[in-house]
C-alpha cells in the first residue's frame, strides 16, 4: 500500500495532550540537530553509549526516520519497531566480520542509519539512492541483497556453513519477522539447520506481514508469547549458576541439559525446541537493555539458537502504532494516492462477479489490502482465503480448487508470482485448469529497485500452451478482462500496473470508440502509416507521445494497443486486419523484459503467418531490469521508454 498520509489523519485517535508531548519531544530533538545520532558515523561509535545515552539515540533515530520517510515515501512503521534491536545487534556483533541479515529488508534502515548512510538518507527510494531494502552494492554491511520475504533463514545458512567451513568464529544473525514464517521456505531452512553453528535467529514478532499475520505457525507463537515467565527465570537462574567460583561456567553448561529437561516438564517444549535449536524468549524487542542482553547469552553458547522478541510495529508514533496498515508504506511527500486503482478496481470487479458467481473464490499472499481484495474478504468471508505469504501454495490450491468446480481468482504482484512458476506450469497450465491469476504491480516499479520489477510475467506466461494473458490499460478494459477470464474455462492472467488510469490512454484509444475489441487503433492513426508502434499496458501513453513527435518531424506515424497477448496467432491475425497496407517500420514497445516478450512473440507470429514481410520490425523493451539506476530521472528515461527515446531510436534506426 503506497499511500502518503501524514500524522493529522489519525490525529482523532489520540487526545489532544498525547498529541502535543510527541510534537514537542520530536521538534525538540529536530531543532538540536539529533546530538547523539549526529556522531554515530559507523557500528564502533555507538559501542560504548551509557544506557541513558542509548535510549536517548532510539528516540533520535525515530525523529529522524519519521522526518525522513514522511518526505522520501518508504516503509515507516516496521523501522519504527526494531530501532531498539537494531542497537543491540550492532553493540554485540562487529558488522561486517559478523553477517546481519535481514528478511525482505524493508526493515533495515536503522541498520543502514548505524552503518554510515545517515547522511544519504534523503535520497531513500529515489533512482541513484538509497535502496529501500538490503543491497550487497551499497554497503559491506549488507551482507545479502533482499526484498521478498523468507530468504533470510536460506541465505544464513549458506553464511553459516561457510563460516564454519572456513573455521571462523563470526557470527551470523537472520533477523526474520514473524510473517516471514507463513512462507515455507523458512521451514524448509529450519529443517536443515544444524546445531553447531554460530547461527543467531532472531524473530522479530509483531504480529503482522503486511496485513495481519493468519494461520497455525502465527498461532504457535501466541502460545510462545503467553509464557513469558520462563524465560525470565531461566535468566535469573542462569546468573545465579555463573557467579559460582571456578565451576559456574562448566556448572551451568553441564546443567543446560538438565534445564531444558525441567522446562519441558513444567511448560512443554516448544516448534523450535523439538527441531532441537536451543530457544531463549520471550522479550521485549522495544527494550534495548533486554535485547542486547539476551543477544550476549545467545551468542556465549556458541551453537544456533533462536532469539524470540516481541517488538511493536509503529513503536514511538501514536499514528503509526494505531495504523500500522496505513503506515506501512509511505508515498514521498506531495505525491497523492489516485483516488482509484488497478487493485482497488479489480477488488470491485470480483466483488460484483461474485454476486453473481457462487463459483468465484478469491485468494492472496499475505496481501488483502495491496492487492485490493479487503473489499471481498468483508463481503465474501467465507469465499476468501489468505495463505500468507506461500506463492506456490496460493497457486496449487487455487489449482485444487479449480479442479473441484470453483473459479478461483488469485491476487499476486508480478514480482512474487515469480515464486510460484512451478505451481503455474504444473499444477494449473498442464492441467488446463481455469485458474485466473490477477498480476499487480505489472512493470517498472521504481522505488522498489529490480526486486520489485514486474517485468518478467510475460515472458515466463507466453510459452504456456492454452494460458491467455489479458493486459487492460483502462479499468474499463480491466472489466471486460476480468468478465471474460472467469468464463474462460482456460488458464488465464490478467496483468495490470500500479496506480490508476493514464488519460493519454482513454483519450486516444477509446474515446468514442466501440469496446470489446483485443487489438485498438489510436483515433491519430494516419491512413497509410509509415511507422506503426504497437505497445500494451501503462507504457501505451509514450507510444502516443511518440508519434506525436515522429508525425512532427513529417514521419507518419500511428499506435495500436493490445489488450490481449495470447494466442499471439489470433493477435496477429488482428492486427493484420486493422493494418490493410504494410508500413515501413513496424515497433513493438513493452515495459518488460526483450527476451521472450510481447515483441519477440508477436513478430515470430507476423512472420509465421506471412504479415509484413517487408517491413523492418523493432523491438524496444528491457534488456537489463536489474541494471542499478545511477540517477534520478524517471525510470522510464533511465531505461529508454519514455516517448522522447522512442522517437529518436525509430528515427535513428
Not at 499511500?3 to 489523519?9: A, H
Not at 525470565?232 to 546468573?239: A, D, E, V
Not at 504444473?426 to 490477477?438: E, F, G, N, S, Y
Amino acid at each position: 500500500m503506497r499511500l502518503f498520509i501524514c500524522g493529522k489523519v489519525c490525529y482523532n485517535h489520540y487526545t489532544t495532550n498525547v498529541w502535543e508531548s510527541w510534537k514537542l519531544k520530536y521538534e525538540s530533538q529536530i531543532n538540536n540537530n539529533y546530538p547523539i545520532l549526529n556522531t554515530i558515523n559507523s557500528p564502533r561509535d555507538i559501542k560504548n553509549l551509557t544506557q541513558s545515552e542509548i535510549e536517548q539515540l532510539a528516540d533520535e533515530i525515530r525523529g529522524f526516520l519519521i522526518e525522513h520517510v514522511s518526505k522520501t515515501g518508504g516503509h515507516l512503521a516496521s523501522n519504527l519497531g526494531v530501532v531498539e534491536l537494531s542497537i543491540a545487534l550492532h553493540r554485540v556483533f562487529q558488522s561486517p566480520r559478523d553477517h546481519i541479515i535481514w528478511d525482505v529488508g524493508h526493515q533495515s534502515y536503522v541498520h543502514k542509519i548505524l552503518t554510515g548512510r545517515r547522511g544519504r538518507f534523503a535520497t531513500l527510494r529515489q533512482g541513484g539512492g538509497l535502496s529501500g531494502f538490503t543491497l550487497r552494492d551499497e554497503s559491506e554491511h549488507d551482507c545479502f541483497g533482499a526484498g521478498h520475504s523468507s530468504t533470510s533463514l536460506s541465505a544464513a545458512l549458506g553464511f553459516a556453513e561457510a563460516e564454519r567451513l572456513n573455521g571462523s568464529d563470526a557470527y551470523t544473525i537472520a533477523v526474520v519477522g514473524d510473517g516471514a514464517y507463513t512462507g515455507g521456505m523458512i521451514h524448509e531452512a529450519l529443517n536443515n539447520c544444524e546445531r553447531n553453528l554460530r547461527l543467531i535467529i532472531v524473530i522479530n514478532e509483531n504480529e503482522m506481514s503486511i496485513s495481519q499475520n493468519t494461520g497455525r505457525f502465527a498461532r504457535c507463537l501466541v502460545r510462545l508469547r503467553s509464557r513469558p515467565g520462563y524465560f525470565q527465570t531461566k535468566l535469573r537462574t542462569g546468573r545465579i549458576i555463573k557467579k559460582i567460583p571456578l565451576v559456574g561456567n562448566r556448572l551451568f553448561a553441564l546443567i543446560r541439559d538438565f534445564k531444558k529437561l525441567l522446562k519441558n516438564i513444567m511448560y512443554g517444549s516448544n516448534y523450535f525446541e523439538d527441531l532441537g535449536i536451543y530457544y531463549l524468549g520471550p522479550a521485549d524487542g522495544n527494550n534495548e537493555e533486554q535485547v542486547e542482553t539476551l543477544l550476549r547469552e545467545a551468542k556465549k553458547l556458541g551453537e544456533s539458537v533462536i532469539l524470540h522478541i516481541k517488538t511493536k510495529k509503529g513503536k514511538g508514533y501514536p499514528p503509526a502504532e494505531a495504523e500500522p496498515l496505513l503506515y506501512h508504506n509511505l508515498s514521498p511527500a506531495g505525491r497523492l494516492a489516485p483516488d482509484k486503482t488497478f487493485s482497488g478496481e479489480c477488488g470491485r470487479i470480483l466483488c460484483s462477479l461474485a454476486a453473481a458467481n457462487h463459483r468465484i473464490v478469491a485468494i492472496t499472499a499475505a496481501m488483502s489490502y495491496g492487492t485490493g481484495l479487503e473489499a471481498f474478504r468483508k463481503t465474501y468471508p467465507d469465499r476468501f482465503f489468505d495463505v500468507g505469504i506461500a506463492e506456490a501454495h496460493a497457486l496449487t490450491f487455487a489449482a485444487g480448487l479449480a479442479a473441484a468446480g470453483k473459479i478461483p481468482v488469485v491476487a499476486i504482484y508480478s514480482t512474487f508470482l515469480q515464486r510460484g512458476y512451478d505451481s503455474i506450469i504444473h499444477d494449473i497450465a498442464l492441467q488446463r485448469l481455469p485458474v485466473v491469476i490477477c498480476i499487480d504491480r505489472a512493470g517498472l516499479n521504481p522505488a522498489d529497485g529490480a526486486t520489485h520489477a514486474g517485468v518478467f510475467d510475460v515472458a515466463f506466461l507466453s510459452g504456456l500452451p492454452g494460458m491467455r494473458i489479458y493486459i487492460p490499460a483502462t479499468f474499463e478494459a480491466l472489466e471486460r478482462a476480468l468478465d471474460e477470464a472467469v468464463t474462460a474455462g482456460c488458464p488465464c492472467a490478467v496483468r495490470y500496473p500500479a496506480g490508476g488510469e493514464d488519460p493519454r490512454i482513454i483519450d486516444e484509444f477509446y474515446s468514442g470508440k466501440p469496446a470489446g475489441r483485443h487489438v485498438l487503433t489510436g483515433r491519430s492513426m494516419p491512413g497509410n502509416p509509415e511507422v506503426v508502434i504497437v505497445s500494451q499496458g501503462r507504457v501505451a501513453a509514450e507510444a502516443v507521445e511518440a508519434c506525436r513527435i515522429l508525425n512532427n518531424v513529417g514521419i507518419k506515424a500511428g499506435a495500436i494497443l493490445l489488450e490481449r497477448l495470447t494466442p499471439y496467432d489470433e493477435i496477429a491475425a488482428g492486427l493484420v486486419g486493422i493494418i490493410n497496407r504494410e508500413p515501413r517500420k513496424i515497433v513493438f514497445l513493452e515495459e518488460e523484459i526483450r527476451a521472450g516478450g510481447m515483441g519477440m512473440m508477436l513478430s515470430d507470429a507476423l512472420r509465421r503467418q506471412g504479415c509484413f514481410v517487408n517491413s523492418e520490425h523493432i523491438i524496444i523493451a528491457l534488456d537489463n531490469p536489474f541494471e542499478k539506476q545511477t540517477d534520478p530521472r524517471p525510470a522510464f528515461d533511465f531505461f529508454g521508454l519514455d516517448a522522447g527515446s522512442v522517437a529518436r531510436k525509430i528515427i535513428d534506426s
